[in-house]
């Protein structure tokens, strides 16, 4: 049996949840697939995710679970796994995982592979699963060792929410029983740093405008904020943008900042290094603008436009905005 392990904030279930589910259903090749959700009260989050194709959706509620943190966490999957015997267990690599996973492996003695971006099922031999190296220039197969079970976590957008299988009914729901000692928990949760509105999850965004070096000056990114508010979308950046402090490093997609797999990905003026597309190759549609024929953007974009982005971004608006 897989067991994903959803991943939820305030209730809200997060996107890569799904993407997780679709690596699990792959990794399968027939077994079962099994959902857990824990939180304070999580009723909502396994109605959710009841349309998946999966055995069953397992739910742990304790108000010791919100907030989060990594003690808790660790507590309710250390005995959710003893009690269900996976021989994966598949989560999200965000930011909460990468918190507590480590140590829920570490506690158990079990492998864990990390920001895993495709799995390798050769004929008779056990799964491999590709993840990237020194900023995405290489490529590692790894292949777990020991006993079950084996921690995997995939990157977000590796593998599209969409591609997860739906059932023709209901997932099942199961209570786990499950007791968390209050006072192991020895974290004191603070509330979530925000910097004013700026600040945002781009991971979660169905849109987003970014721009790079092809903006020229901080005055300009005001154009991409026009776009993207006649679009309905988030603007995000490049490193060098954000360096130089025209859109706040919140915003900076990339090997050193947010991994984003949006419906639609907007690049303006971005030549496509290879630590920003690290970022963002996982969109389901892009679409870059750049005078530069050959800028490595292109290799990646579904649509290419070879023109200035100040030509192009107010004939977008104005269009937009007529409709």
Not at 56 to 69: G, K, M, Q, R, S
Not at 242 to 266: F, H, N
Not at 294 to 314: K, N
Request: aromatic residues 4%; hydrophobic residues 50%.
């Amino acid at each position: 049996m897989i067991l994903v392990v959803a991943e939820q904030r305030e209730g809200r279930l997060n996107r890569a949840s799904w993407e997780a589910i679709a690596a699990a259903q792959e990794l399968a090749a027939g077994a079962p697939v099994e959902v857990i959700a824990l939180g304070a009260s999580v009723a909502a989050l396994a109605l959710d995710l009841s349309p998946a194709a999966v055995r069953v959706i397992h739910t742990i509620e304790d108000a010791a679970l919100d907030p989060y943190t990594p003690d808790g966490y660790v507590q309710a999957l250390h005995a959710a796994v003893a009690q269900l015997q996976p021989q994966y267990v598949i989560l999200p690599h965000t930011y909460q995982t990468r918190d507590f996973a480590p140590k829920l492996a570490a506690r158990l003695d079990r492998a864990l592979i990390t920001d895993c971006i495709a799995i390798r099922q050769p004929g008779g031999s056990a799964p491999s699963f590709v993840r990237p190296m020194f900023q995405g220039r290489l490529m590692a197969e790894v292949v777990p060792e020991g006993g079950p079970p084996h921690f995997i976590t995939t990157q977000v957008g590796a593998f599209g929410a969409d591609a997860a299988g739906r059932g023709v009914a209901p997932a099942p729901i199961a209570p786990l029983a499950v007791s968390i000692d209050v006072a192991a928990i020895r974290e004191r949760a603070e509330a979530p740093f925000r910097d004013a509105r700026e600040s945002v999850d781009l991971s979660q965004a169905e849109r987003i405008v970014a721009v790079g070096r092809g903006i020229k000056a901080q005055e300009h990114v005001a154009l991409a904020g026009r776009l993207a508010r006649a679009l309905g979308a988030e603007v995000g950046a490049s490193r060098p943008i954000c360096d130089a402090g025209w859109i706040p490093m919140e915003r900076q997609i990339g090997s050193s900042g947010q991994t984003v797999a949006p419906k639609l990905y907007l690049a303006l003026g971005i030549s496509g290094a290879i630590q920003h597309l690290i970022g963002m190759k996982g969109s389901r549609t892009i679409v870059a603008v750049n005078k530069d024929a050959d800028a490595p953007i292109f290799e990646v974009a579904d649509y290419g436009i070879v023109a200035d982005l100040f030509e192009v971004v107010p004939a977008l608006i104005a269009e937009l905005e007529r409709s």
